[in-house]
Each structure stands twice: as structure tokens, then as C-alpha cells.
């Protein structure tokens, strides 16, 4: 607990992801001396990371664990790290799923980077089983390391008089609830929709099947990839969106030229695409398979004119925590900036207490029955903000046309190497987690939170979804901190 604790105080000191050089701690440093077979193998791995460097190309979905840069650690595998101890097995396959973190990542990188990414992971597989030995010896270090800085800036906060300004900022998230939660009322009571509907459905197949970590050594829920495939075609929910020009569209994100043939990220509403990737959270003490589902659109116009929320590219993240059984626990939805989490309960959950605070907590304007396995859900967004404002359940139709237009399944994964319509790839997320041209104007309102360009669509990692107080919407802790299971 201890080593937890310095690690987060030294995290928060930072800005962002981690900004120091991951190699100039030990051990890496150390070994970078070394002329041996262990020296020429970090060595290998730093050239790697100059070349990634130079090209631009770094991801940050996972982050380098300072003194391990060739291991990357996200919010689930750090929260694993006290659970090692004493355990050599389940030591191997966390330190193992560090490892892969990476892969993934240098791959995506060396990619984007225009480098043949499959040889260099082969060339660097002997590498890293011969530092997987080497750390075994390291493993209270690379526990301690092994952490992700929250995305929070305390300076931000310090100079922005937090403890005093957070006041504010809570008056206008109550102000948003209340909004909120009339909205869903009335949406459940049947209201005026006010814009022409258009209706999605998902595919019943899948282009490709997102990354599944499982290891029964660290607890994960073990899956095939046959019953994750049919359980994300399960739960893909339905869009019912109001509809009044491109802008309420939901498309697949493409780096296209504009006006000035330059290169920008956009959306093609002529591919009507629904991401999804796989996730863990933790209820109760028990580890559980979540699905993320996203879909992107072209802009949230303004709805006046100074209107601080609008910009480039909007969308919306669906999240389905599943019970053993495969059945829905609790959703939870945030937009791409981190903004707007709220929760959709289901009967098998109740709220845990809460204690007195003005910090952001549990926000649930709407319950719903879990669906059974012939229906479906269907999420009501408006027009124009694309605000998710009601949560129904409805029979399932296979007849295709008999419900809406058909939204292709893809592995959220792929935006981060797109192609380019030159050649080569580039994600759709800098090197900073943020999407380029998707800034608001609030961020130069809201900087005192501590948050890095609020209102800016970022990558799956980097959303933090507090204005006051702090929380990160890939926290596996979070469904613990706010429901239990009913009796």
C-alpha cells in the first residue's frame, strides 16, 4: 500500500501521461551499461523507441512502466500489481500481460511508423523472454513502477484555486443532472421527440474480433473467442438518434484531406460503423467482461453563437458490464471527451451509499430491465448534441431492413492505424491520447479541473469523467465504488 501511495504522489506531480524518460530509471539505466546479451537487448529496445519517437508516432492507450519501457501497464494491470506477491505463477502471467501491452503498442507505433511492425516484434521475441528472466528479480520494483498517472494536473488545479473554483463547477454539473434527468422523463414519458428519428442496427457478424486479455492466473474471466464474438453481437445496442443534416450521422473515423488538402481526421456517414473492444471491471470482488461499444459523428454543431461546447467530431461510449451468465449488471455511458457519465442500472444491482461530497459520483437518471436474449437495447440520443436521453428495450427482428440502417461491427483497435489515403497508416489519436481538430472552446473554462484540453475527444485510457473530484472511466474499481449485487 505504501509504494502505492509514493508512486501516486509522484504521478500527480506529472501532467498528463508520464513525461519523464522511462530509460533514465533504473533498472533500464543500469542495463543500458551493461555489455552483455541483457545490455543489448535494452539497447534494442531504446533504438526502438528513438525511431518511434522521431516519427511521431507514440501511443499512450497503455503507458511505458518507468525502468521497464519495454512492459506497458494500463488502470487493470496496475490494479493487479499487489496481487503477485508470493505467487510466482501469477507473477509470470501479470508480467506476461505487461509484456503483450507493449507488443500491441510497438506494433501500432513501428506500423504508423512505416516500419514492417510483425518482424520487429519477432526479432524482439528472444529479447523479451530473456528480460522476463532478468526481471523476476526485479519484481518489487517493477510493482511499484508498474502505475498509471492519472489525468489530472495538480498544477493545473493549484493555479486555477481548485479547492475554491470546484464550487462552481458543481453547480454546474447539478445544473446538467437536473437537465438530464428531465430529459429522460420525459423521453420515458412519450414526449415530442422534436427532430426526425433515424434508426440503427448492428451487424450480426463482426469485421474483426477486439483483443481479448484473459489469464486465470490473474483472475480475468476465461472466454472463448466464440462466445465473446456471439456476446458482443448480443449486447450491440440499437441508436434511435434525432436526425436533421450529416452532423447527426454516425460514420467510421477516416484521416481525409479538406479544403486546403491537408490532411484531417473525419467521419464517412456512408459507413454507418459501430467500434467495439473488450474491457474488465471488478464487482463485489469478482472480475467481470465488459463491452465498449462507440460510435463516432462528423460534429456537435452550435446550438448559438457562442456555444463553447460545439466543435469537430463528437460521438458516444456505451459500456456493458456482464454478469457470468451473460447477462447486463449495470451500463455506463461518457462521450469521447470524458463528459457526461452517467449510469443505467439494472435490477440485479443497487446503489452502494455515498458518502457527502461535491465531488462527482454516482449519476443514474434512468433503470432499465435486463434484456433477455431475443431483445434488444436502444439508446435515444438527440439531435445536434447527441446527449443520450432515454434507455429502452424492445424484441429482437432478424429480417435485415426491418428496423433501421445496418452498422458494421469493428474492433475499436483499428483507429488507432488508419489508413491514409496517400498510403501508410496514422492513428486517430496524437501522441498526447488527443484527437487533433477536435478541441472546445470550454477547455480555456474549465483548465482549473486539472484536465488537459476539456471537450477534446480522446483515446480509450485517457478519459477522465470528473470535473470535480477525480475518476477515469477504464477504473476496473468503479462499479465497486457505486453499486453491489441485490441479495
Same mark, same amino acid.
Given at each position: ?76 494491470? #496496475?490494479?493487479? +500489481?499487489?496481487?503477485?506477491?508470493? /505467487?510466482?505463477?501469477?507473477? &509470470? %502471467?501479470?508480467? !506476461? =500481460? $505487461? *509484456? ?67 464550487? #462552481?463547477?458543481? +453547480?454546474?454539473?447539478?445544473?446538467? /443532472?437536473?437537465?438530464?434527468? &428531465? %430529459?429522460?422523463? !420525459? =423521453? $420515458? *414519458? ?81 459507413? &454507418? ?5 473488450? *474491457? ?208
Amino acid at each position: 500500500m505504501m509504494r502505492r501511495l509514493s508512486v501516486a504522489m509522484a504521478s500527480g506531480l506529472l501532467v498528463g501521461c508520464a513525461s519523464l524518460d522511462p530509460w533514465s530509471q533504473p533498472p533500464a539505466a543500469q542495463r543500458l551499461q551493461r555489455d552483455d546479451t541483457v545490455g543489448d537487448c535494452v539497447r534494442r529496445f531504446q533504438a526502438s523507441d528513438i525511431l518511434i519517437d522521431a516519427a511521431g508516432t507514440r501511443d499512450v492507450q497503455a503507458v511505458r512502466v518507468p525502468g521497464f519501457p519495454y512492459l506497458r501497464v494500463d488502470r487493470t494491470l #496496475a490494479s493487479l +500489481a499487489d496481487e503477485v506477491d508470493g /505467487q510466482p505463477q501469477r507473477a &509470470a %502471467e501479470w508480467s !506476461a =500481460a $505487461l *509484456a503483450a501491452q507493449d507488443e500491441a503498442g510497438r506494433r501500432v507505433e513501428l506500423h504508423n511508423a512505416g516500419r514492417d511492425a510483425a518482424a520487429a516484434a519477432a526479432s524482439m521475441a528472444d529479447c523479451r523472454r530473456l528480460l522476463a528472466l532478468a526481471d523476476q528479480q526485479q519484481l518489487p520494483a517493477l510493482q511499484e513502477a508498474a502505475q498509471v498517472p492519472d489525468d489530472y494536473s495538480n498544477t493545473r488545479r493549484v493555479l486555477g484555486l481548485y479547492p475554491l473554483t470546484r464550487y #462552481a463547477f458543481a +453547480a454546474g454539473i447539478s445544473a446538467w /443532472q437536473r437537465d438530464t434527468r &428531465a %430529459e429522460f422523463a !420525459a =423521453a $420515458l *414519458a412519450g414526449g415530442p421527440h422534436g427532430a426526425p428519428r433515424t434508426r440503427y442496427l448492428a451487424a450480426e457478424q463482426l469485421d474483426e474480433l477486439p483483443d481479448l486479455r484473459q489469464a486465470a492466473a490473474l483472475g480475468l474471466p476465461p472466454i472463448s473467442r466464440e462466445r465473446l464474438a456471439a456476446l458482443i453481437i448480443r449486447h450491440a445496442p440499437r441508436l434511435e438518434i434525432g436526425t436533421l443534416d450529416d452532423n447527426d450521422r454516425p460514420g467510421a473515423l477516416v484521416w481525409q484531406h479538406d479544403s486546403g488538402d491537408s490532411l484531417q481526421l473525419g467521419v464517412d456517414v456512408d459507413q &454507418a460503423v459501430l467500434y467495439v473492444r473488450s *474491457a474488465h471491471g471488478r464487482l463485489g470482488g469478482r472480475w467481470l467482461l465488459q463491452l465498449v461499444y462507440s460510435v463516432w459523428f462528423p460534429a456537435r454543431p452550435p446550438a448559438h453563437a457562442y456555444d463553447v461546447l460545439a466543435g469537430r467530431l463528437d460521438g458516444l461510449l456505451w459500456r456493458v458490464t456482464l454478469d457470468e451468465d451473460g447477462a447486463p449488471l449495470v451500463y455506463d455511458s461518457i462521450h469521447p471527451c470524458g463528459c457526461y457519465h452517467l449510469f443505467i442500472p439494472t435490477g440485479r444491482v443497487r446503489a452502494r451509499p455515498q458518502p457527502e461530497s461535491i465531488d462527482e459520483g454516482l449519476f443514474a437518471p434512468q433503470s432499465v430491465r435486463a434484456p433477455a436474449v431475443d431483445e434488444r437495447v436502444v439508446l435515444h440520443l438527440a439531435t445536434g448534441t447527441h446527449y443520450l436521453h432515454g434507455v429502452s428495450v424492445e424484441p429482437f427482428r432478424r429480417r435485415v431492413g426491418e428496423g433501421g440502417i445496418l452498422m458494421a461491427l469493428r474492433d475499436d483497435d483499428q483507429l488507432r492505424r488508419l489508413p491514409l489515403p496517400g498510403g501508410g497508416s496514422r492513428s486517430a489519436f496524437g501522441t498526447d491520447g488527443l484527437v487533433a481538430g477536435s478541441e472546445r472552446l470550454e477547455r480555456f473554462y474549465f483548465w482549473p479541473t486539472g484536465i488537459a484540453s476539456a471537450g477534446q475527444m480522446r483515446q480509450w485510457g485517457r478519459h477522465a469523467t470528473a470535473f470535480v473530484g477525480r475518476r477515469h472511466f477504464d477504473d476496473p474499481t468503479l462499479l465497486d465504488r457505486y453499486f453491489e449485487r441485490q441479495p
